[in-house]
């Protein structure tokens, strides 16, 4: 045989082999999103705004152990998230019931029970990686859009509809929510198989074990039937989900997975000890009157001064992507460089409900309002979750570090018992149309303590800009 003849032999075998392998290349599943009349920026608006409500509606976990594990877990599998890079967060809801939900455009909320019962590190984040499926598949919006097609859905969302309190009033005038048990918030069959597709592939990527999504869903349909758990009575099984993601699964290139951490072992340990609220405790309000401390769990105790919570005099620095700001170092930063709702807390500041002592950090779209108007809307927002914040005297305007800024106090009531709240309200207007806004808080007697550190933080504040 001559040369040339065995490397055309050599060239029809490679060519027939390659034949065979690419369509396994290319079983694995290519996320597409549906039709969405929605933007990007408006998912990440909605969903954020949606998000501040949250911790009126149901108590996370203050504990800095766990959410910190969380957030750096969530961020991790995020980082493989094809598609649009949407600001993704992780909080940690302490519910009983395994259950996990997404808000439109990154927000991103864990039942503590999810931790609680999994087994391996590879099985908390499949159910992490299955919501990022969500955002990535843009289902929440999608489905609002199929719904709203022939409605006044493409108006609103071009601006040619009012209302306050940002987007989400305007779509509330249309009778369109992506709240808590929002209609939009609950999928499709099909819809659980794109994100369950879509969560495997990126806890593969991200080095975790994606066999460990459907043995989860088996241990699952073992404790309580395949329609029987809370997590199956919002995501509704495709069919056999187990056997699908371990399908898509078989497709992927053989990997090294990595082990359960020691950060996952110790911060099951510490869920372990915390007391959990079921949904009815929830639904009903009740757990606002029984939370405990925060990191402990302990029932029926109450936010009480603690000479601990008083700001030490040294600061820290909270690096975020738009701004950095330094805290006092004996208080705990919650939130990553992209959140756009940061909370900075001392120990004992909250009982994972709402804030006694504390700063809460966030962004708002002014919208070609001005300051003034832009702090009164965020104004408004705080005092429609909380009717009992009263307005004390005039805003006044000053200057912060060469921009226009806004001051507004209110007094309400405190989550200590028969005791007033000071809330101290400042609104920054950034060069991007944003007024980046902070809400101080503190018992009304003990706001001249904390007063220095609040100022402090605040004169410490450097905005960025993108280049």
């Known amino acids: 045989m001559t040369s040339r003849s065995r490397s055309a032999r050599f060239l029809a075998l490679l060519l027939a082999f390659s034949l065979l392998v690419t369509p396994l290349l290319e079983a694995r599943y290519k996320p597409k999103p549906g039709f969405n009349l929605f933007s990007q920026d408006q998912e990440i608006q909605v969903g ?37 890079k949407y600001p993704y967060s992780f909080k940690v809801v302490n519910q009983k019931e395994i259950n996990a939900f997404a808000l439109p455009g990154g927000p991103i909320f864990i039942n503590l029970g999810t931790i609680q019962a999994a087994d391996q590190e590879s099985q908390l984040a499949g159910v992490i990686g299955h919501e990022i499926g969500h955002v990535v598949m843009r289902h929440s919006t999608n489905q ?4 709203q097609l022939f409605g006044g859905l493409a108006s609103i969302l071009a601006g040619k509809v009012g209302g306050g309190g940002g987007i989400t009033g305007a779509l509330a005038q249309a009778g369109i929510s992506f709240g808590l048990n929002s209609t939009f918030l609950k999928f499709s069959r099909d819809a659980e198989k794109q994100a369950d597709l879509v969560g495997a592939g990126l806890i593969h990527d991200a080095g975790y074990n994606p066999a460990g999504m459907p043995a989860f869903f088996h241990k699952l349909e073992a404790e309580s039937g395949a329609s029987g758990s809370e997590f199956f009575l919002s995501h509704p099984n495709p069919g056999n989900r187990a056997n699908l993601v371990a399908k898509e699964v078989a497709t992927f290139p053989p990997k090294s997975y990595m082990k359960d951490s020691a950060e996952f072992l ?3 340990k510490k869920a372990a000890t915390i007391k959990t609220y079921t949904a009815k405790e929830i639904g009903s309000g009740s757990w606002k009157s029984t939370a405990g401390a925060p990191g402990t769990g302990t029932a029926d105790a109450v936010i009480e001064r603690n000479p601990a919570m008083v700001p030490s005099g040294k600061f820290t620095t909270f690096q975020h992507d738009a701004y950095s700001i330094q805290y006092p170092d004996n208080w705990t930063a919650n939130g990553n460089a992209r959140s756009n709702g940061v909370t900075i807390l001392p120990q004992g500041g ?26 009164d809307q965020v104004a408004a927002a705080f005092i429609k979750d909380k009717p009992s914040m009263k307005q004390q005297g005039q805003g006044q305007d000053f200057r912060l570090q060469g921009m226009n800024a806004r001051s507004l ?57 993108a280049n």
């Open 409 to 465: 106090v209110f007094l309400s009531e405190s989550p200590l018992k028969g005791e007033t709240e000071r809330d101290w309200l400042v609104g920054v207007e950034r060069t991007d149309g944003v007024m980046l806004y902070f809400l101080f808080i503190a018992p009304d007697k003990d706001f001249k303590q904390f007063q220095p550190a609040f100022e402090s933080m605040l004169k410490s504040l450097q905005m960025k800009y």
């Open 266 to 268: 110790a911060v099951k």
């Open 144 to 147: 609002a859009t199929k719904a």
């Open 350 to 375: 909250s009982s994972g409900g709402p804030i006694a002592y504390g700063v809460i950090v966030s962004g708002y779209k002014m919208q070609d309002r001005s300051l003034t108007q832009s702090a």
């Open 48 to 84: 954020q705004e949606e998000a501040t409500k949250i911790p009126q509606q149901m108590p996370l976990v203050t504990d800095p152990q766990i959410n910190a594990y969380v957030e750096k877990l969530g961020m991790k599998l995020a980082a493989q998230a094809p598609g649009y």
